[in-house]
């Protein structure tokens, strides 16, 4: 069981790690956008980094929603692809058919038969008794506590 926690871990380490770093890079890029222009221009070096925080996000919106309008186009290209095909089946049929199917599980009397055989299986459990989760509390304590 160690070994399948083990195999989900280092991806999601490697995985947690590649986003810090992107995430890291991405705040530099910003800041010293921000500090280029506030050698450029003539604004304090805050403004500088709200400005090039605009500029970041605005270009990413604009990418998103780019990807967003190509995939948008791929799927309607893929649906006028499809074509289903019109059957001349009616309804009256298609009941037909769930008749006989519903008809070759049995009858109501068998279910009830296999539900009595359930229920005379199981043995109820009084508040009082220890509970089956073997912590050696009682029932209402433990795991039959409201």
């Given at each position: ?21 992107g995430?890291?890079?991405v705040s ?6 921000g ?19 605009a ?8 990418l ?24 001349e ?8 058919d ?31 008794e220890?509970c089956s ?14």
């Amino acid at each position: 069981m160690l070994k399948n926690a083990e195999s989900i871990i280092y991806p999601g380490l490697l995985i947690g790690l590649a986003l810090c770093v992107g995430i890291f890079l991405v705040s530099l890029g910003v800041v010293g956008l921000g500090y280029t222009l506030h050698g450029m221009f003539s604004i304090s070096l805050f403004q500088g980094i709200i400005v090039s925080l605009a500029v970041t996000c605005f270009s990413g919106l604009t990418l998103s929603i780019f990807l967003l309008a190509r995939n948008l186009r791929k799927t309607l290209e893929h649906f006028s692809v499809l074509q289903l095909e019109d059957t001349e089946e009616t309804d009256e049929e298609d009941y037909e058919d769930y008749d006989e199917d519903y008809d070759s599980y049995g009858d109501e009397s068998d279910l009830n038969e296999f539900l009595k055989k359930i229920n005379k299986s199981r043995r109820s459990m009084t508040m009082n008794e220890l509970c089956s989760c073997g912590s050696g509390l009682k029932r209402k304590d433990c795991c039959g506590k409201f």
